[in-house]
């Protein structure tokens, strides 16, 4: 086992106590990147090669010399006796949808390609200060705008670590993979409707997306701004809490970050979870997929072994002393990606009319006459298809002719959404759940260019997560074993607002008691020997 | 689903496509047009909800309530340390100034 395999926690620990430095960690991180990785995202990529296809392709900036600099002055801190912070000397990888002062800040597309940020967003900071080891920018759908990592404008994409002719997810999927390879031990992404969750799910790490408002968004590149949440990549509920600690909080940068305290988040792990209340709900237990040719929607149960992963969990929970409630109504859950089809793009393309050629970004070539001309050749250059889909959805259904039909419906439909968490979680109420528990994805990490390019079906690869952006609660993804293909299972935990301690107190109790698991002793294909 | 009646027209596409300020590639088009009908025949779903007249509509999931709001920040000038580094970003600059083509206008008589 090398140091780059080693926790969070576990360097933290090897760093204070002198038995590694912060330069030995981070080298070992760069030789498993250079093992593993491949060559990182680039606008013209060139066709891809046979060695490209068996690499992970996580990057799209390494910032080594940034990152080596970082690392000596943590170890110079650490010598003369000085507390580098809570992530002292741990090396992380940034999705490149935040910004970093003075490093390409591309959001995965053209039109940000050559756009060095002037300030760094606020988790990114806070890392930083806490004494993290920033490697630099992963990969991600264009936009956050995916579930695979495919639309990035940066190729070759990233793959799945598990199987590298699997998609990682997304779209914090360059995050996912990197933490899954080895590369780092913690990623910071962003999960508007299962965006951290999905990708965790399919590379067998653990991803969590904090209740709206527990994270600042101030840096953040924005998507839908009423369902972004920036949250933590990892291996374990540990690691994920230590960085979720250094993350979370207010922000007066941020008009919509909580003004509510942040608990000691590792403190809670070791508690009991004797008597917690954890739910089911069979609207979680079955899939909707639209037909292609009828146009009629469909509902099946998830995979089998995707339903059994989950009641393995109950049966670890209910061993554990917790109380499992059965039955518990979730009805809405089937129209959250509809009600996100309309939301999310009515907010993104609200956010995309400041890419325009002028300010920054790319910016179109050649002689030109008017400013209208300058706009829709930049922003027809600059965009790629997943950018240009979601800004005509959402000018169509906040038209003001059929806004009440669809925009106002769909904010209605939220409100219902939210509802079923707020009875499913109230205090007085039948069910009182400390947490529901159900499969994160319906299926596990699918096959590179199969769904790519229907975005309908693209978006039902979200289903399960999504409920959790519209109401705003936190949820928490780990791994719960392997499919018969050896492609990671995800287990998902959702809670009421604010309750990002008992998910990852859940989460540790059901890794501590399944430590030794069969399924454990796999490890992802890219760094099988031989 | 292809099949199904596609709600929005080339007219109507191309109306949109103007309004968002795009140029696109005819196979952009296309390819755009049926998916912009699956995503809207998507969206139907909502239509068979019923949803009482008192459902208010929710802008967030999370609610903010005085303890969680913010405080509003001080109405203070917080001058910006490096505007040079902001105005620079963009890719046609002179002298401070960032420059762009003829702004569509009408000269008043």
């Known amino acids: 086992m090398q140091l780059c395999d080693f926790s969070a926690v576990e360097i933290r620990d090897h760093i204070f106590s002198k038995q590694a430095s912060a330069v030995e960690v981070l080298e070992s991180c760069l030789r498993r990147i250079k093992q593993v990785d491949g060559r990182p995202g680039k606008l013209e990529s060139g066709p891809e090669t046979k060695e490209d296809a068996e690499r992970v392709h996580a990057f799209i900036t390494l910032t080594e010399d940034a990152a080596r600099v970082q690392a000596e002055m943590i170890d110079k801190m650490i010598a003369d006796g000085e507390d580098p912070g809570p992530l002292a000397g741990i090396p992380a990888t940034i999705k490149d949808i935040f910004c970093v002062k003075g490093t390409p800040s591309t959001a995965g597309s053209r039109i940000l390609a050559n756009f060095i940020s002037p300030y760094t967003a606020t988790p990114v900071a806070r890392m930083r200060s806490a004494g993290a080891v920033l490697l630099g920018k992963v990969n991600l759908d264009e936009f956050t705008y995916g579930s695979s990592t495919e639309s990035s404008a940066f190729q070759p994409p990233t793959r799945n670590p598990w199987d590298t002719s699997r998609v990682p997810g997304g779209s914090s999927g360059g995050s996912a993979a990197s933490v899954a390879a080895g590369e780092a031990p913690l990623s910071l992404g962003t999960d508007t409707a299962g965006s951290i969750r999905q990708p965790a799910a399919f590379c067998g790490v653990v991803g969590l997306k904090p209740t709206y408002g527990r994270v600042s968004r101030y840096g953040l590149i924005a998507f839908g701004s009423s369902l972004d949440c920036p949250g933590p990549l990892a291996r374990n509920a540990k690691d994920t809490a230590l960085m979720l600690h250094t993350i979370a909080g207010p922000d007066p940068r941020d008009a919509t970050s909580a003004n509510l305290p942040v608990s000691d988040y590792l403190e809670l792990l070791e508690k009991e979870i004797k008597g917690k209340r954890i739910g089911l709900s069979p609207d979680y237990f079955q899939i909707t997929f639209p037909n292609l040719e009828t146009g009629e929607y469909l509902q099946q149960p998830v995979p089998t072994e995707i339903r059994d992963a989950v009641l393995k969990a109950v049966d670890v929970y209910r061993a554990l002393g917790a109380e499992i409630i059965e039955d518990v109504p979730m009805p809405n859950t089937r129209y959250g990606i509809p009600v996100y089809f309309v939301i999310s793009r009515v907010e993104a393309a609200s956010n995309l009319h400041r890419f325009d050629g002028v300010k920054y970004g790319h910016r179109t070539n050649g002689e030109i006459n008017d400013l209208k001309t300058l706009y829709r050749k930049s922003r027809g250059e600059g965009f790629g298809l997943q950018p240009k889909l979601r800004i005509l959805m959402g000018m169509y259904v906040s038209a003001a002719q059929y806004s009440e039909q669809y925009y106002q419906r769909a904010l209605q439909v939220r409100t219902l959404i939210r509802g079923d968490f707020e009875q499913a979680f109230d205090l007085n109420g039948k069910y009182k759940l400390d947490a529901l528990l159900t499969p994160t994805t319906p299926t596990t990490a699918f096959p590179m260019k199969d769904v790519y390019g229907d975005s309908v079906l693209m978006q039902y690869a979200d289903q399960l997560a999504v409920p959790a952006n519209h109401a705003g609660i936190p949820g928490i993804s780990f791994p719960g074993g392997l499919d018969m293909d050896g492609l990671p299972i995800g287990v998902q935990l959702l809670g009421p607002d604010f309750t990002e301690g008992v998910l990852l107190q859940l989460t540790h109790a059901y890794e501590q008691a399944t430590i030794d698991a069969e399924w454990r002793i796999l490890r992802p294909a890219v760094l099988r020997e031989g | ?109």
């Not at chain 2, 912009?36 to 609610?63: F, M």
């Not at chain 2, 303890?67 to 000038?77: G, H, M, N, T, V």
């Open chain 2, 1 to 109: 689903m292809a099949n199904l009646k596609q709600e929005i027209s080339r007219e109507t596409f191309d109306h949109l496509v103007e309004l968002a300020a795009l140029e696109l590639s005819e196979d952009e088009s296309d390819y755009l047009l049926i998916e912009l009908n699956n995503q809207i025949s998507a969206i139907h779903e909502l239509e068979a909800i019923e949803i009482a007249k008192d459902v208010p509509p929710a802008s967030h999931g999370v609610s903010y309530t005085p303890e969680s709001s913010p405080p509003l920040r001080k109405d203070d000038w917080d001058a910006c340390e490096d505007a040079e580094s902001i105005i620079n970003q963009s890719p046609f600059v002179d002298d401070g100034f960032i420059v762009v083509p003829d702004i569509p206008h009408t000269t008043l008589k």
